[in-house]
């Protein structure tokens, strides 16, 4: 790992990490989905609308610049939404066999429900908890798990382990360390 990692997004944006790709599409895929399906569209179409999303992400992402003041995540939402509105305009521009009347009444939701904070939140830690485990020796994952999760004393973890205390507060803050690395820029 880098000296001074640089953000996922940042990772990202310059699209040549194919790692840092593979851990955006796995953070982001189902929150895309989801608002798919908030906007009240099937299982298979929400798919599709991730897809179209994802295709947009690879040409608009190299351009794109953040901003600490605004929200990446929203900046998202609003491509996904457009997305959503093409993909309705084109369905409502094809005719149905037998019938030239419009395919859809189309309107935008009046008031796209957003994703709680901290709902958000949680699914991107515990996303990129899932994918970081991996990086890690078993003891380090179990003794940080067992003291950050389960909220267990670093005596109490260190007797069970077999590890010094000074061992257990050094695997919380690896791994921590780690989780910031790999959020930061995603969490605003």
Avoid: C
């Amino acid at each position: 790992m880098e000296a001074t990692p640089v953000s996922l997004l940042e990772r990202v944006r310059h699209g040549t990490d194919h790692d840092a790709w593979s851990r955006f599409v796995k953070l982001y895929t189902p929150l895309i989905f989801y608002w798919g399906r908030q906007y009240g569209l099937q299982v298979a179409d929400s798919a599709d609308l991730t897809q179209e999303v994802f295709t947009t992400l690879v040409r608009k992402l190299p351009e794109f610049t953040y901003d600490r003041q605004k929200s990446f995540r929203a900046w998202l939402r609003t491509l996904t939404l457009n997305q959503w509105r093409d993909l309705h305009k084109r369905r409502a521009t094809r005719p149905v066999p037998g019938n030239d009347d419009r395919l859809f009444d189309l309107k935008a939701p009046d008031a796209v429900s957003a994703l709680e904070e901290d709902e958000y939140r949680q699914h991107l830690v515990q996303r990129a908890l899932r994918m970081m485990q991996a990086d890690f020796q078993p003891t380090t994952w179990k003794a940080f798990w067992e003291q950050a999760v389960n909220q267990r004393s670093p005596d109490e973890v260190a007797a069970d382990l077999g590890l010094t205390i000074a061992a257990v507060y050094g695997a919380k803050f690896r791994v921590l360390n780690r989780l910031r690395q790999e959020l930061r820029g995603l969490l605003e």
